[in-house]
């Protein structure tokens, strides 16, 4: 089992800044990709920034809304995952989640996902 904790979300005014942060722990054999999601109700959940980790390193893939005022990172030792926001828009208010695709330790693919943590963009 996989168990991801999140934190960070809160209100922040429009052009603030916030990091969220995930932490993962449990049967972890190898890490595949790394993530933050958002979605605001009624609608689907969509990417925000994603880490894919391969052997020959990792790459990073954003959505167009953000790429430029996000920065996704990750502390390999920590098993854990960053998203520091800048530049927040009203547009930006949802709930965030963190997502984490691991192959355990019986060569199992595992695709877990955080609590939510609520951003608001407000003044």
């Known amino acids: 089992q996989v168990h991801l904790v999140e934190s960070g979300g809160g209100l922040v005014q429009p052009g603030g800044s916030l990091r969220l942060s995930c932490k993962a722990s449990?049967?972890?054999?190898?890490?595949?990709?790394m993530g933050w999601y958002r979605q605001i109700p009624g609608k689907q959940r969509d990417m925000v920034a994603l880490i894919s980790v391969s052997t020959t390193g990792d790459s990073t893939n954003y959505a167009n809304s953000v790429r430029g005022r996000f920065t996704i990172s990750r502390d390999r030792h920590e098993k854990a995952v960053y998203l520091q926001m800048t530049g927040l828009k009203s547009e930006d208010t949802a709930v965030y989640y963190c997502?984490?695709?691991?192959?355990?330790?019986?060569?199992?693919?595992?695709?877990?996902w955080g609590q939510g943590t609520q951003v608001t963009v407000s003044a």
């Open positions: 997502n984490i695709k691991v192959l355990n330790s019986d060569w199992i693919g595992v695709d877990a």
């Open positions: 449990g049967n972890i054999f190898s890490i595949k990709s």
